[in-house]
């Protein structure tokens, strides 16, 4: 029997003055928003992952400054029928600077900062239905120390 593997995934919660840092992207299902987020590569951490993803998804480098939350979903893509289960990792971040001009990853159209009601009122639009469980998670104070993730040196050299 195969073991089962969910997708690793990370998210990075970036509020500034009651705004949240997103995406907007072109997807297989259609434009649909979500937390700067995306999968962990080999040979990184989390953390190394989700400071990667915002930068590459919003040009904004990001300091992440502790856990919010681990999640799993399961989800069917409209276009594929594909059924995929994913662990999100997300991370409450703070944005340190933007990186003017900078290209971002195929597929997305911008970043945005939106309100959590904002967010909320485009609960058809999510990318994932961790999208706005994980800024509720947020806004509830939930948080967990970084110091509780321990990656081992292993893991962060690919051809070991």
């Known amino acids: 029997m195969n073991p089962w593997k969910p997708n690793t995934t990370v998210a990075a919660v970036v509020e500034r003055d009651g705004r949240f840092l997103m995406v907007e ?8 928003i979500n937390q700067p987020a995306g999968h962990l590569d080999c ?3 989390l953390l190394q992952a989700v400071v990667r ?12 400054l502790s856990g919010v939350g681990i999640y ?5 893509h ?7 289960t994913y662990l999100r990792f997300a991370f409450a ?6 990186q003017a001009g900078r290209v971002l990853d195929h597929g997305i159209v911008r970043s945005l900062w939106l309100d959590a009601a904002e967010v909320r009122a485009r609960r058809n639009a999510h990318r994932s239905p961790l999208v706005m469980q994980t800024i509720d998670d947020y806004l509830a104070g939930k948080r967990f120390a970084l110091d509780l993730i321990h990656t081992h040196p292993s893991c962060l050299d690919p051809n070991a």
């Open 25 to 32: 992207e072109l997807t297989r299902d259609g434009l649909r």
């Open 93 to 98: 971040c703070r944005a340190l600077s933007q």
């Open 43 to 45: 040979g990184e951490s």
């Open 78 to 84: 409209q276009g594929s029928g594909a059924d995929v």
């Open 72 to 76: 799993m979903a399961r989800s069917r």
């Open 53 to 64: 993803e915002a930068l590459e998804e919003t040009a904004w480098e990001v300091e992440p």
